[in-house]
């Protein structure tokens, strides 16, 4: 079997965390709403925005570090955040923000080995929902 390039294995991962993010506070529907402005979509309409962002590895996939936005909040407006952060500590608890930002700035070194054990973990999560 052909050896997986990085580039195509982080890919791969970020596709499949995503989905996941995108699809855990759906309701039956596949609808969910953004986080920081409250617009309700499908979560096929919607993207996986990042309080932190996602050069750093260490937040990169990070479940509080990532919330459902609308492309408007997430592209446009440039995440929205203070607002994302804001929300984060309402969601998390007061420091929630504080702890990612530090969180982000810590080297990770991630070996090709973990990021496919963390493909398998999300694509068994999004098995819980039927998309």
Same mark, same amino acid.
């Given at each position: ?5 990085r ?6 991962l ?5 989905? #996941? ?20 979509d499908h ?13 750093? #590895? *260490?937040?990169?996939? *990070? ?14 407006? #440039? ?16 420091? $929630? ?26 694509? $068994? ?7």
């Amino acid at each position: 079997m052909k050896k997986q390039s990085r580039k195509n294995i982080v890919k791969k991962l970020d596709n499949v965390f995503s989905q #996941y993010i995108r699809l855990r506070n759906a309701d039956e529907h596949g609808n969910t709403e953004c986080f920081t402005c409250g617009k309700k979509d499908h979560w096929k309409r919607l993207q996986c925005g990042h309080f932190m962002s996602r050069k750093n #590895y *260490s937040t990169r996939w *990070s479940e509080a570090n990532c919330q459902v936005q609308c492309a408007a909040c997430n592209v446009f407006r #440039y995440g929205e955040q203070y607002v994302f952060g804001t929300n984060l500590d309402k969601k998390y608890g007061k420091g $929630t923000a504080d702890e990612l930002y530090k969180a982000s700035r810590e080297i990770v070194k991630l070996s090709n080995d973990d990021l496919n054990e963390k493909i398998d973990l999300y694509q $068994t999560k999004l098995q819980d929902f039927s998309m």
